[in-house]
Structures are given as C-alpha cells and as structure tokens.
C-alpha cells in the first residue's frame, strides 16, 4: 500500500518547523494575483515568443490559446486542491494526499527541474534585455564574454546571477516585503505590455498575417509545447498557502484571475507584434518586442522602454518561482523526504533563510555557465507531468476523502480533470522521444535519490514505526 498522508495531517504539520518557528500570513487576494502574475508574465513572452512564432508563425494566437486550454483545466484542479489544502507545498502535497508518498517525492523531484531550469532559464533571458537596455540608455552593451556562459561564446554570465542573488536577498528579508515588490513589478510590466499592444496595433496590416499557418497543424502543435512554457508559473500561488490571510477563498480566485489575464494579454501581444512588422522578421529574433517598437516608432527609445519593462518583468518571474521552489523544498524537508536544513525557518524575519540561499546558489551555476536550450522541452514535459498529477490527484481525493471541506470544486466533474490529463498527455508527446527519454532518466535518479534517502528518513514511516494507531492521530487532529 502507498503511504499516503491524509489532508487533515497536511494541515496539522503546516506551519511551523521542528523549532517552532513558523511562516506569517500577510498576503491578501491582490498580492497573491500579483504575485501569480509575477511568476507567469516574463521571459515566455518577451524572449520566448519568438521561439513560438518560428513555429506556428501567425497562427502562434492559437497556439497560445491550447496551451492556455491545457493549462486552464490543470487550473482548475489547482484551485480545488489549494483550497482544500492550503499548504506550502502545492503539487508535492497534493500528491501525496491522493496518490502516496513515491508519487509525491517524484513530483517534487519534477518542480526542482521546472522550477531550477526556469529560474535559470528566466535570468539568462534577463541577461539579454539588460544589454538591451543598456544600448537603448547609452549606446554601449555589456562585453559578451560577462553576458553569455561558455556555451554561448562567452565565460560567465554575471547578469543572471546578479538578478538571483537579487532576489534572494528580497525573499530573505521576509514575504510582506517580497510582495509589495511583486506587485509593484507586476503593475509595471503589464502597462509595458498594453504600451506595446497599442503601438504594435497601430501598424497593423491583415497582410502580415498571412500564410496564417505556413507549417499546417503541426506547426500549430509544435508552437504550442514552445508557448507553454509562457504558462509555466501559475502553480506558484498554491505555495502561498501558509502566508495567505484567506487561502481557502483567495487561492482559487487568484488562480482563475491570473489565467485569465495572462491569456488574454498574451495574445493580444502576439498579434500586435506579428500584425505590426510579419511573422518572419518576429520568429528567432532575440529581444523581439523591443525590435518590433523601434521598427514602428523608427526609434530605439520605445525599445528602450519595452526593455525596461522586461527587465522589471523577469525579474518578478526570478522573485516569484524561486519563492515557490522554497516553500516546496520546506514541505519536503518537513516531511522528512530531503534534508531538515530546508524547513528552518528563521524567527526574525518569518522566512527559510537557509533553503534561500542554497536555492539561489544552486540555481544561478546553470544561469552562469550553461547552455539551458538543450534542456527546455525536458522542463516542459516535467513541468505537463506535474501537472497531469495534480489532475489525477483531484479523482483520488474525490473517492477517498467525499466529506473534505472544498471552498471550490471543477466543474463537470470528472470530465474536466481528465480533459487535463489528455491535454497534458498530447504535449507531452509533441515534446520527442528523445525528451521522453531524458525524462525517464530523469525519474530513474529520482527514485533512487528517494530509495537511498527519502523512503528511510519519511517523518510518515518513522511515526508509523513508533506504533502511532491512526484513531490516536485522528484524536491528535481533533484537539488541534
């Protein structure tokens, strides 16, 4: 029988570490919808559009809009789940309510690859719009062997480990102050992109959408794994479980409003940008919005802004998805699955200091010296993987727990968690087989890392081992 731990025995645990020290619920409805936009809205659509359009070209729109259906029913789940329970580790205890202990280790094993290649990912990207911005300001740009890693012809890339670093210190002075900072860089990046929707619409020519999908349907699929990578983020909110005044109401609100926007926002985005200069000047272009507004305007200074607006917007998406990293770290090592040294948190400031900075440091290697594209669609299929699990969680919690209080349930239930596994499942396999691959040794190490560690030192073993008789923990959960 899988060790599943029981939500009731989530929401008992949650809190506090094995000092007593605890997280501090400060964030309201329009910081967790900010904090989501913030962790959504960022590299995807300021560097990765481009990647998107080279293969949808305009049909890109569409391609936007499935992954943004696929993404929309895993939502939907989410909003369920985060507020049945409302804990800091998001798709990890999840799993581990409805599908057992193996299944969640695994899935936090997945949120390391998608949440420490995305961070990566995110900085290198913020890299490219700081030299932007640097042109744009001064007409100079950053020597090329500090801007780019050894894979892209240069030696260390020092602004994207400036942007972790940055962020780190802003996550270890406390969450109050990491939101106010997300929210401010959330309101600045979306009047940035509504500046651009309104220049880009203002050249816009029906021509340039046309041939509206030069590669056919495959086109349009393969366009879609690229686009999802712009969703990646949204599942950032349920982390915000322990430190939100009202997580059972806000965080399916928040969820269901941050969707919406960024769908809405990213396309109208994609069309202004391929309507304004044509899909073929927009596809492989780095720093592609910018370049769009200097086309029109016939002047870098509108680049220079949509520049500044990018660097402000990554660097909200560093701040946001390496905040959920360590709150999933911390759920993790309180359950005894990876080391204690992540559950510490510190009683002055509220925060897990220590998991920061070993977060921050291990992520920002990558973003320094490597070369992330190779491993970009391997992040995707974990990223739909996870995904496809919280899905399968929803059944499972259905069945075994009827009476669990649930401020939010998916509709058309089950049609709507299933569509979510389908969805998933389809661009999971329009990632390639050599992703597939990487993949299955991906979770081949996982299982090991958890058979040599997690499975001996699991907190939910060591109680069962201490004859701990469940009436005596459902006693326990009453008192509580």
Known sequence: ????????????????????????????????????????????????????????????????????????????????????????GSSYSFAYAGLGETTAFLVGWCLLLEYGISISAVAVGWSQYVDELLHSLTGLQLPHALAAGPGDGGIVNLPAVIVIAMAAVLLVRGVRESARATAAMAAVKLAVLLAFCVIGFSAFKDGNLVPFSPAGLGGIGAGTTAAFFSYIGFDAITTAGEEAKNPRRDIPVAILVCMGVVTLLYCAVALAAIGAIGGGQVAGRPAALSYVVNQVTGST??????????????????????YGQTRILMSMSRDGLIPRVFEKVSPRTATPVAGT????????????FASLDAVMNLCTVGTLAIMAVVNIAVLALRRREPALARTFRVPLYPVVPLLGVGFCLYLMYETGWTTWL?????????????????????????????????????????EA
Do not use: W
Request: proline letters at 4%; glycine letters at 12%.
């Open 357 to 368: 900075l070993i977060v921050a440091a291990v992520f920002a290697l990558p973003a320094a």
């Open 438 to 478: 990487q993949f299955a040794v991906f979770l081949v190490v996982g299982l090991l890392v958890y058979l040599g560690y997690g499975r001996r030192n699991s907190t939910l073993a060591l109680a069962k081992s201490d004859a701990v008789t469940p009436d005596a923990t459902d006693a326990v959960l009453q």
């Open 301 to 322: 200074v509108g680049g220079g802004v949509i520049a500044f607006g990018a660097v402000v917007a990554i660097a909200s998406v560093v701040l946001a998805v390496m």
């Open 1 to 88: 029988m899988p060790r599943i731990k029981s939500p009731h025995l989530l929401l008992a645990e949650s809190g506090t570490d094995r000092a007593g020290h605890g997280l501090r619920r400060t964030m309201g409805l329009f910081q967790l919808i900010c904090f989501g936009i913030g962790a959504i809205v960022g590299t995807g659509i300021f560097v990765g559009l481009s990647d998107s359009v080279a293969q949808a070209g305009p049909a890109v729109v569409i391609s936007f809009v499935l992954a943004a259906v696929t993404c929309v029913f895993t939502a939907l789940s989410f909003a369920e789940l985060g507020g049945a329970i409302p804990v800091s």
